[in-house]
């Protein structure tokens, strides 16, 4: 199922559809469940959102009957995103599971995904010299998106290694947490080296909250209580980290004019999708449709084809 939910569950028909009537089977048993238990609708934040976004995708399918089939397509794969927020709220909101769980669950699912992006590490060829990275797609296919899972397990871990008091629970967190940092680099999407600089600065942010630690005088006074080993082991980390951004940087830098991954691209198809948007800006061209459309705006051969 959750195979389904990834770049491959939607270009793949045959996981397509095993991945629909897991939806729906798993999500009417969920919907019958909740009818004949008669407890109570709990609102979530982003309820506006979803029928604002719903009354967009009807709309946008009745004016363009003409794509309903890829439209459709977008359709369940969105749908998918919306009934599991809503399952996992009304989970939480009636304390069937509760937040350690969901975050333990997610870590353990994650252990599977990181085992198989070092599997596959064997069979991919890289040189560091020369700023070549294997990048691993693992169970999720590809590395890109890879890169945005591994961004939610990355601070996810870390948090769990400041709560847990156990040594050995501790340790074994803090390999996973190194372990899905170092995945995350080998995978080369720099969105998501972005998005997991974000969480983590977020994630410190909040830690100082926690320990009432975002005023200046206060931090001073943590530093100065702290023993002198675990000060030197905390500058020698930040020097660490000051170095991983370095070659981040050197990476970037250095592979931006590599075929596929220059800025061209990107601004190409953007200006596509600008001139789209002109084209229709009421009802747009459906759900799921750009691929459908890009062929339009590019030679024939299309020098970039795109599924999706």
Known sequence: FSLGATWNGVL????????????????A????ERVLGRNAWHSTPIDPVVAI???????????????WRRIVIGLWFAGLYVLAWYLLCDLLAHRIID??????????????????????????????????????????????????????????????FTLVKHRLARGILLVYALATLLLLFLTFSRGAWIGAA???????????????????ANLRMWWRDLPRVWRTGM???????????????VFVVS???????????????????????????????GLFTYGRELHRFQSMPVSQPHSH
């Open 12 to 27: 793949i028909p045959d996981l397509r559809i095993i991945s629909l009537w897991l939806l729906v089977l798993i999500c």
């Open 99 to 160: 937040r350690d769980m969901l975050v333990d669950a997610l870590l353990f699912a994650g252990l599977i995904v990181i085992i198989f992006g070092y599997v596959q590490l064997r069979s991919l060829t890289f040189d560091l010299l020369n700023f070549e990275l294997p990048r691993p797609g693992s169970v999720i296919g590809n590395p890109n998106a890879l890169g945005s899972f591994l961004v939610v397990l990355l601070p996810l871990s870390l948090a769990r």
């Open 53 to 67: 976004w719903g009354a967009v995708m009807v709309l946008s399918l009745i004016a363009n009957e003409d794509a």
């Open 29 to 32: 048993v969920w919907l019958v």
């Open 235 to 249: 500058q020698v980390s930040m020097v660490g980290v000051l170095v991983i951004v370095g070659v981040a940087l």
């Open 198 to 216: 974000a969480s983590l600065v977020t994630l410190g942010l909040l830690l100082l909250f926690h320990a009432d630690l975002l005023t200046w």
């Open 255 to 285: 592979t931006s004019g590599d075929g596929g991954r220059s800025p061209g691209l990107r601004v190409g198809l953007w200006g596509h999708a600008i001139q789209m948007f002109g084209e229709k800006p009421l009802t747009g061209h």
